[in-house]
């Protein structure tokens, strides 16, 4: 069974590899609900793991899901 991004998003919660998510609006393709796991050997101590695309019925969750715990409205987690 494949696992959608909002099934990934919910592990990577659960699993404690969240680091923070942000909401790309650019109005392309790439417009979504995107989250980064910790990762050492990555930028700033994380790295990209998903997207929730903003055409996904799922992205109301996701936003539920992540209100709290670190979105990010700036660059690199620390906005």
């Not at 998003?9 to 998510?21: D, K």
């Not at 417009?31 to 019925?57: H, I, M, Q």
Request: aromatic share 10%; hydrophobic share 35%; proline share 3%.
């Amino acid at each position: 069974m494949t696992m959608t991004p909002i099934d990934k998003l919910r592990e990577s919660l659960a699993s404690g590899r969240f680091h923070h998510a942000t909401y790309r609006n650019i109005g392309t393709l790439w417009e979504g609900l995107w989250w980064y796991e910790k990762d050492a050997n990555g930028s700033r101590g994380f790295s990209v793991a998903g997207c929730v695309n903003k055409t996904d019925p799922a992205i109301d969750e996701a936003h539920e899901l992540v209100r709290g715990t670190g979105m990010s409205v700036g660059s690199y987690g620390q906005g």
